[in-house]
Each structure stands twice: as structure tokens, then as C-alpha cells.
């Protein structure tokens, strides 16, 4: 996948690069270089001063190919069984399942999933985009599909759409209703639901509200950015410029005050 780095203002030191990307520490990444497993565009760099545009830098480290990324954002298939910690309590973390450049950096989860939650996990060390991803006020939508003790009815549909409230400790988020962008059954009476909050367990206590129960739970999509249907659970990849753009963006045709679009 292409970098989706920006033009660099002026070339920066190889072993500066590979410090910025995950390679160790600058001892580290000096040593890399002497030692001869640096390459850039098939040439070996012996120089950790030479200098390289970063604008679409495709290095080697050890016969691996690696992108440059100024930021990383990253798409992970996340399986069951693993907690969005860098310190987990009972489970692996999902860092475990990238590449040790990846865990050196200071990516975090874009909104974490429960320890049980499978499907689409963003990853970055974009600040400002991790704001605009989770924030309520974006109203960026995340889309979850699940399976739950019985298909909803059209009622509890509605419900979820109209508003539901949820127990909470702090009087003010008790008092204030939440409610799903859009809410239906899919053919094989799944629910799938969008929501724009991120209240803890909020898609589970939203269908327990209604009376039903989440058995299991999958998150299939961000914004207009959906999980790819050839990125195997555990697997990861880069995002480049245009899919940022798409997990920022409303999905075509989102609508849920249309009682009639709430089943399949």
C-alpha cells in the first residue's frame, strides 16, 4: 500500500527515519545501519546521515520492506479473545498481533472493543484524527452487527432508534436517552445497528434495554470505511489518504427515522 506521507520539507537522515518509525532506539537504529541491514531501493545504506525524501520512502530493515509513515493509522481484524490494552488484565493484548516497529510507536485503539467484540479496529498516533474518530460531536458512525438471544422485532427496532436510557453512574448521562443511527434486521436475523457515542458496553445495554441480550458482537464499519472481506481475524494493514477520508465520512443512504428501512 502507498505511503500516504506528506512532502517532506527537506531529505531526513536514514537513521532518523527508522528512530521515527519504530526501529529502537537511536543506538538501535545506528547499529542497524553498520551493520548493513538498511537498504532503499535495493542499495545498502552505510551512511545513518545519508538523507532521503520521505514523500512515498519504501526501506528495508533486515530484508522487510516497510512504508514511511509520518502517522500511522492502521486497520486491524480484531478476533475475539484479545483486550485494546497495552497492558492487558486476562487476554493477549492486540499489539501482540502487530509487528514490533507498530507496538514501538504510540498508536492506540480508536475507540476499543470489548475482549469478546470481533471486526474492524483502527490504530494510530494521529492525535487530532483519533479525536475526530471518536468524538460525539463528529458524529462519525460505527456499524455493528450481532447476534443476539432473539431477532428483534420492529418495536424493539424502533426503540433503539428513538432512544433507550441506559443505568449510568452520573445522574446527567442517565437522564440523557441514547439512540442508534439506524437499527435492522439483516436476512439471517442479525441486528445491525449504527451508533455515533461510545458509552462503555453501549451497543450490549442499548439491546438489553429493549429487552433482548447481545450474544456476540461485530464491528463491521467506520464511517464509509468497512472491514475488508479478505483481511483475515488477527491480520492488519496501512491506511492510505483516501480511506482515512472514508472512515471520516457518513455512509450513503445512512438513515434511521424510517421505520420501514428498519428490517430487511
Known amino acids: 500500500m502507498n505511503s500516504s506521507s506528506p ?12 528512530f521515527s518509525q519504530g526501529f529502537g532506539t537511536r ?7 553498520d551493520h548493513g541491514l538498511v537498504s532503499v531501493a535495493g542499495e545498502v545504506v552505510e551512511d545513518p546521515h545519508q538523507a532521503f525524501e520521505t514523500a512515498g520512502l519504501v526501506f528495508e530493515v533486515e530484508g522487510q520492506s516497510w512504508p514511511y509513515h509520518e502517522k500511522a493509522l492502521i486497520l486491524l481484524h480484531k478476533p475475539a479473545g484479545y483486550e485494546c490494552s497495552r497492558k492487558p488484565s486476562h487476554h493477549p493484548s492486540v499489539f501482540s498481533l502487530l509487528p514490533e516497529p507498530l507496538r514501538n510507536r504510540d498508536i492506540q485503539p480508536v475507540g476499543r472493543l470489548d475482549e ?5 479496529l483502527l490504530l494510530t498516533d494521529d492525535g487530532p484524527l483519533q479525536h475526530k474518530l471518536t468524538s460525539p460531536k463528529y458524529h462519525v458512525p460505527k456499524l455493528y452487527q450481532a447476534v443476539c438471544k432473539a431477532e428483534l422485532d420492529d418495536a424493539q427496532l424502533r426503540k433503539l432508534v428513538e432512544g433507550v436510557l441506559l443505568e449510568e453512574r452520573n445522574p446527567k448521562l442517565a437522564a440523557e436517552p441514547v439512540s442508534a443511527v439506524s437499527a435492522r434486521r439483516l436476512p439471517d436475523g442479525r441486528l445491525e445497528m449504527a451508533l455515533t457515542e461510545g458509552r462503555y458496553h453501549q451497543a450490549k445495554r442499548m439491546v438489553a434495554a429493549v429487552g433482548n441480550r447481545v450474544l456476540a458482537l461485530h464491528r463491521q464499519q467506520i464511517g464509509a470505511l468497512a472491514l475488508p472481506a479478505d483481511l483475515r481475524e488477527g491480520g492488519w494493514m ?3 489518504e483516501a480511506q482515512r477520508e472514508l472512515a471520516m465520512s457518513e455512509p450513503p443512504g445512512e438513515s434511521g427515522s424510517n421505520p420501514a428501512a428498519m428490517s430487511s
Open 7 to 18: 512532502k517532506s520539507a527537506k531529505p531526513v537522515a536514514i537513521a532518523q527515519i527508522l
Open 27 to 33: 543506538r538501535h537504529c545506528a547499529a542497524l545501519i
Open 116 to 120: 469478546d467484540t470481533t471486526g474492524l
Open 238 to 240: 496501512w491506511l492510505d
